[in-house]
């Protein structure tokens, strides 16, 4: 990062060992850089565990593009309750069964859910496969126009060795510029 940004004044980062070392000091202190740790905003288990159900929850009942059908949808073969529906209507468990009831016994009701469930499914399916290839079609078109170049343009080479070399990580990306010779 210095060799692409420059150097900075102040580095900030966790408390991890990596960051902590004596070899990692003496740098800092060779490059006049002074540090700031910093520890993260949530502290106990508890309050991580409840962020993360929050997340989980907005997840799986918010609707995906590709299936368009929420997750929740695809796995109950229903529509989650959520808690502004609890505002604004009086919902009791009778009520979730009442789009699925028919004036067949009470029995079918499963039957219902059930096939419900498998068609929801079927056109899930059919709709990742249309977004597939969608993103395909996108993903063609932007990369399927090569570049040309004229004689005399300079260019520069993208140095795909450059990982592969012992130290060659902090190498520049890019070779050159080089001139365009011929056209082929």
């Known amino acids: 990062i210095f060799m692409r940004?420059?150097?900075?004044?102040?580095?900030?980062?966790?408390?991890g060992g990596e960051f902590r070392s004596d070899l990692e000091k003496q740098i800092m202190?060779?490059?006049?850089?002074?540090k700031h740790f910093i520890t993260p905003t949530i502290h106990k288990k508890d309050q991580l565990d409840n962020f993360l159900d929050t997340c989980v929850y907005s997840y799986n009942t918010a609707n995906h593009e590709s299936t368009n059908y929420t997750p929740f949808k695809l796995m109950f073969g229903r529509k989650a309750i959520l808690l502004l529906d609890l505002d604004f209507e009086s919902l009791d468990g009778e009520c979730l069964l009442n789009e699925y009831r028919t004036s067949e016994p009470e029995n079918?009701?499963?039957?219902?859910l059930t096939s419900s469930r498998q068609e929801t499914r079927?056109?899930?399916k059919s709709n990742i496969k249309d977004a597939q290839d969608r993103q395909k079609r996108q993903y063609d078109q932007k990369h399927s126009r090569p570049t040309k170049f004229s004689v005399g343009t300079k260019v520069l080479r993208k140095d795909f060795l450059r990982k592969k070399r012992r130290g060659?990580?902090?190498?520049?990306?890019?070779l050159g510029?080089?001139?365009?010779?011929?056209d082929l």
Not at 5 to 15: A, E, F, R, V, Y
């Open 29 to 34: 202190s060779l490059l006049s850089i002074k």
């Open 5 to 15: 940004m420059g150097l900075p004044k102040l580095l900030t980062s966790d408390q």
């Open 177 to 182: 510029p080089n001139e365009i010779t011929k």
């Open 168 to 174: 060659g990580g902090m190498d520049y990306k890019w």
């Open 108 to 112: 079918d009701i499963v039957a219902t």
């Open 122 to 124: 079927k056109a899930a």
